[in-house]
Protein backbone atom coordinates (compact mmCIF):
# COMPACT_ATOMS: atom_id res chain seq x y z
CA UNK A 1 0.00 0.00 0.00
CA UNK A 2 1.59 3.36 -0.93
CA UNK A 3 1.28 6.14 1.49
CA UNK A 4 -1.34 7.99 -0.29
CA UNK A 5 -3.38 5.64 -0.13
CA UNK A 6 -2.68 4.45 3.25
CA UNK A 7 -5.01 5.46 6.07
CA UNK A 8 -5.13 5.94 9.35
CA UNK A 9 -8.42 5.06 11.39
CA UNK A 10 -8.62 6.26 15.09
CA UNK A 11 -9.10 4.15 17.46
CA UNK A 12 -12.56 4.71 20.19
CA UNK A 13 -14.23 3.63 22.49
CA UNK A 14 -18.20 2.52 22.68
CA UNK A 15 -21.06 4.65 24.55
CA UNK A 16 -21.91 1.49 26.82
CA UNK A 17 -18.23 1.69 27.79
CA UNK A 18 -17.93 5.06 28.22
CA UNK A 19 -21.63 5.66 30.01
CA UNK A 20 -21.24 2.69 32.10
CA UNK A 21 -17.86 3.53 33.43
CA UNK A 22 -19.18 7.20 34.37
CA UNK A 23 -22.21 6.14 36.37
CA UNK A 24 -20.39 3.63 38.54
CA UNK A 25 -17.41 6.09 38.96
CA UNK A 26 -19.97 8.18 40.08
CA UNK A 27 -21.90 5.81 42.99
CA UNK A 28 -18.84 3.65 43.62
CA UNK A 29 -16.60 7.30 44.23
CA UNK A 30 -19.18 9.52 45.63
CA UNK A 31 -20.47 6.97 47.60
CA UNK A 32 -17.01 6.31 49.40
CA UNK A 33 -16.25 10.27 49.98
CA UNK A 34 -20.02 10.36 51.74
CA UNK A 35 -19.08 7.79 53.83
CA UNK A 36 -15.39 8.90 54.53
CA UNK A 37 -16.42 12.19 55.34
CA UNK A 38 -19.52 11.67 56.92
CA UNK A 39 -18.45 11.58 60.52
CA UNK A 40 -17.26 14.91 60.05
CA UNK A 41 -21.43 15.58 59.66
CA UNK A 42 -24.05 14.59 57.41
CA UNK A 43 -23.60 17.54 55.42
CA UNK A 44 -20.43 17.37 55.58
CA UNK A 45 -20.33 13.77 53.89
CA UNK A 46 -23.09 14.32 51.46
CA UNK A 47 -21.61 17.48 49.71
CA UNK A 48 -18.39 15.72 49.68
CA UNK A 49 -20.08 12.66 48.07
CA UNK A 50 -21.70 14.94 45.31
CA UNK A 51 -18.75 16.63 44.38
CA UNK A 52 -16.55 13.75 44.49
CA UNK A 53 -19.27 11.74 42.59
CA UNK A 54 -19.83 14.10 40.06
CA UNK A 55 -16.14 14.88 39.47
CA UNK A 56 -15.42 11.13 39.14
CA UNK A 57 -18.46 10.72 36.62
CA UNK A 58 -17.50 13.61 34.33
CA UNK A 59 -14.02 12.77 34.69
CA UNK A 60 -14.32 9.51 33.75
CA UNK A 61 -16.23 10.59 30.21
CA UNK A 62 -12.66 13.11 30.39
CA UNK A 63 -10.45 10.50 30.98
CA UNK A 64 -11.84 8.16 28.77
CA UNK A 65 -11.46 11.23 25.68
CA UNK A 66 -7.89 12.16 26.80
CA UNK A 67 -6.49 8.49 27.38
CA UNK A 68 -8.29 7.91 23.12
CA UNK A 69 -6.57 11.40 22.52
CA UNK A 70 -3.45 10.29 23.31
CA UNK A 71 -3.30 7.10 22.42
CA UNK A 72 -4.17 8.36 19.05
CA UNK A 73 -0.96 10.41 18.83
CA UNK A 74 1.05 7.97 19.38
CA UNK A 75 3.35 4.94 17.50
CA UNK A 76 5.28 3.10 19.90
CA UNK A 77 3.22 0.45 22.13
CA UNK A 78 4.61 1.21 25.37
CA UNK A 79 3.69 5.08 24.98
CA UNK A 80 0.27 4.15 24.05
CA UNK A 81 0.10 2.21 27.14
CA UNK A 82 1.76 4.17 29.68
CA UNK A 83 1.90 8.13 28.26
CA UNK A 84 -2.03 8.79 28.43
CA UNK A 85 -2.56 7.13 31.88
CA UNK A 86 0.09 9.25 33.31
CA UNK A 87 -1.30 12.50 31.88
CA UNK A 88 -4.62 11.85 32.43
CA UNK A 89 -4.53 10.38 36.41
CA UNK A 90 -2.12 13.34 37.26
CA UNK A 91 -4.62 15.63 35.91
CA UNK A 92 -7.56 14.05 37.58
CA UNK A 93 -5.29 13.94 41.06
CA UNK A 94 -4.37 18.03 40.72
CA UNK A 95 -8.18 18.49 39.96
CA UNK A 96 -9.81 16.53 42.45
CA UNK A 97 -7.26 18.35 45.02
CA UNK A 98 -8.86 21.61 43.97
CA UNK A 99 -12.10 20.61 44.21
CA UNK A 100 -12.04 19.12 47.29
CA UNK A 101 -10.31 22.33 49.00
CA UNK A 102 -12.76 24.20 47.53
CA UNK A 103 -15.92 22.99 49.32
CA UNK A 104 -14.14 21.96 52.37
CA UNK A 105 -13.70 17.81 52.31
CA UNK A 106 -12.15 17.58 55.41
CA UNK A 107 -10.28 14.04 54.47
CA UNK A 108 -9.01 14.87 51.06
CA UNK A 109 -6.08 12.20 50.82
CA UNK A 110 -8.24 9.44 51.85
CA UNK A 111 -11.11 10.67 49.76
CA UNK A 112 -9.38 10.53 46.15
CA UNK A 113 -7.04 8.00 47.01
CA UNK A 114 -8.97 5.03 45.79
CA UNK A 115 -10.59 6.69 43.04
CA UNK A 116 -6.94 7.69 41.66
CA UNK A 117 -5.72 4.09 42.37
CA UNK A 118 -8.59 3.15 40.25
CA UNK A 119 -8.31 5.02 37.46
CA UNK A 120 -4.64 3.89 37.09
CA UNK A 121 -5.99 0.47 36.24
CA UNK A 122 -9.22 2.35 34.73
CA UNK A 123 -6.76 4.00 32.16
CA UNK A 124 -4.69 1.47 31.29
CA UNK A 125 -7.11 -0.99 30.43
CA UNK A 126 -8.54 1.76 28.13
CA UNK A 127 -5.34 2.38 26.54
CA UNK A 128 -5.34 -1.60 26.16
CA UNK A 129 -9.01 -1.87 24.46
CA UNK A 130 -7.87 0.74 21.68
CA UNK A 131 -4.64 -1.18 20.80
CA UNK A 132 -6.07 -4.03 18.19
CA UNK A 133 -8.32 -1.05 16.90
CA UNK A 134 -5.39 0.92 15.55
CA UNK A 135 -4.41 0.91 11.75
CA UNK A 136 -1.87 2.17 10.19
Known amino acids: ?3 STRSITSAKTSRLYDWGAA ?7 GGWAFYINQPAGFKTGLISGLAQGTVSMVMTFVMIRAVTGIFNRLTLRILQMVLPTLIT ?9 LVHSLVGTPNI ?5 PGLSGAV ?7 YKL ?3 KTI
Open 23 to 29: LLAFVLW
Open 109 to 113: FWTIL
Open 1 to 3: MSD
Open 121 to 127: PFCFFTS
Open 89 to 97: VGSAAGLLI
Open 131 to 133: LPQ
